[in-house]
């Protein structure tokens, strides 16, 4: 069973920053999630198991960052420029596909979730 554990998330102004980790006791092809209160789960970001491929969804794209560490089996998502509309809980999910894989029904397993507040 693959086990992946967050940690950084938090209650931050808007403007700030966050860094969110997963830790795999595996390697997979990495991605982040969320889902804000009402409102279904949302692709955030995602890294190719190699990590030289990364995606972004268009509501982050220029203010977060995807990245790996291969030796830690260790994902981040470096959070930029928050706004109020970023609130919500964070997931990440691994993939047993090396590419670029988007899409929720592609991901095999899911951490238990981060929250992230971010206030006006």
């Known amino acids: 069973q693959v086990q992946l554990v967050e940690s950084g998330g938090g209650l931050v102004q808007a403007g700030g920053s966050l860094r969110l980790s997963c830790a795999a006791s595996?390697?997979?092809?990495m991605g982040w999630f969320r889902q804000a209160p009402g409102k279904a789960r949302e692709f955030v970001a995602a890294?190719?198991?190699?990590?030289?491929?990364?995606t972004y969804a268009v509501p982050v794209k220029g203010r977060f960052t995807i990245s790996r560490d291969n030796t830690k089996n260790t994902v981040y998502l470096q959070m930029n420029s928050l706004k109020p509309e970023d609130t919500a809980v964070y997931y990440c999910?691994?993939?047993?596909?090396?590419?670029?894989?988007?899409?929720?029904?592609?991901?095999?397993?899911w951490g238990q979730g981060t929250q992230v507040t971010v206030s006006s």
């Open positions: 999910a691994a993939s047993s596909k090396r590419g670029i894989v988007a899409g929720s029904d592609e991901y095999d397993y």
């Open positions: 595996e390697r997979y092809g």
């Open positions: 890294v190719s198991w190699y990590g030289s491929t990364t």
